[in-house]
């Protein structure tokens, strides 16, 4: 998984720096079939780039190589995610379809050979100059949704995930919502003091809060609302795992999306189940498989739970008005929330 960054500095050869292209860009031209995204399907910031991918209809544009969700390597992450020998041995990972690699990080230094940074996905590659365009997730997810739209038909072209009229809103939440929760349940999940989870864990809740009464306040079934923005995208990654993985993996279990949360629950209900695009890029054998079978520290006997069962629950309420706002009631949970600037405008 990649570490999250906003610089837009192109990558400095010897670096631990990742890579910042955009397309369209005169280095990088929205051509279809030229670009290739290597990435995994347990990795929620990998997860952003495909979600569109398939929301965009850019699956015949953009091909893609799928590293297994395990083994990852050594605590330094040596040698890193891995490709299958063959179509078959992981369902739903595939070979390196442009080298025929064994492994992601060699990639990495096809790019750029004194690299010096991780072997993370995503991982965008164009095939014309033969490097490395982008493997920053947020920054792809910003101008990804449009970067083809010449090349799509007109009703996905119109699919806007950063409007004009709504970027203030999202502005303001990307952040926390980045910080607290989307990277929190990691700061929380690899604690290796109980001093410091106890200090990690009450962002992930409080930002959790704040969200249950953003969306209930705008009526679903978005974040903001009656448009999907990227704010969806960022949320959905992270809350299609949480019950699954992190309420017993990375120790986020102050309360449950689906039992203290009615409004996100019926939210990520409704994104799983009402876009098409969630449920295509959505695996949780691989999601599952990852966290408890490469995070050794974690969970060193590397096994699987079961549940919870089902994956997503079913019956959207298609009534927001219906839907009782909850929250986690902890004493701190609740003044963190309460330190989180409201949205205006």
Not at 205 to 218: C, P, W
Not at 314 to 339: C, F, I, M, Q
Request: include cysteine; glycine fraction near 6%.
């Amino acid at each position: 998984m990649t570490s999250e960054s906003t610089s837009s500095q192109v990558h400095q050869p010897g670096s631990a720096d990742g890579w910042h292209g955009i397309i369209p860009s005169e280095t990088f031209p929205a051509e279809p079939n030229r670009y290739h995204l290597y990435f995994g399907l347990f990795c929620p910031f990998a997860h952003r780039v495909n979600f569109v991918r398939h929301l965009k209809g850019l699956t015949d544009i953009i091909r893609t190589s799928i590293v297994k969700p395990y083994p990852k390597g050594d605590s330094n992450g040596w040698p890193g995610w891995k490709f299958p020998a063959t179509e078959t041995e992981y369902p739903g990972s595939t070979v390196d379809h442009l080298f025929g690699e064994d492994y992601l990080h060699k990639m990495y230094f096809r790019a750029d050979p004194e690299y010096k940074g991780r072997y993370a996905v995503p991982l965008l590659w164009d095939t014309k100059s033969n490097t490395a365009v982008a493997n920053e997730s947020i920054e792809i997810l910003r101008w990804l949704p449009s970067a083809f739209n010449a090349h799509i038909p007109p009703s996905l072209a119109s699919i806007d995930l950063y409007p004009s009229h709504l970027r203030a809103k999202i502005d303001a939440i990307s952040p926390w919502l980045q910080s607290d929760l989307n990277t929190g349940v990691y700061k929380a999940g690899f604690a290796e003091t109980q001093e410091v989870y106890d200090e990690k864990i009450i962002p992930v809740f409080g930002a959790l809060n704040k969200l249950e009464r953003i969306v209930a306040a705008n009526g679903g079934p978005f974040v903001l609302g009656a448009e999907m923005t990227e704010l969806d995208v960022m949320l959905y990654t992270t809350l299609i795992r949480f019950d699954t993985v992190y309420v017993q993996h990375f120790k986020c279990n102050l309360g449950t999306i689906r039992h203290d949360y009615p409004v996100l629950h019926n939210w990520l209900k409704g994104m799983y189940w009402d876009i098409p695009a969630a449920r295509a890029s959505t695996d949780f054998r691989h999601i599952k498989d990852n966290y408890t079978k490469s995070q050794n520290m974690i969970n060193p006997r590397a096994i699987t739970p079961m549940g919870p069962y089902p994956d997503v629950e079913e019956g959207v309420e298609r009534d927001w008005n219906r839907l009782t706002v909850g929250g986690v009631k902890h004493p701190k949970v609740l003044e963190y929330e309460a330190s989180i600037p409201d949205v205006v405008g």
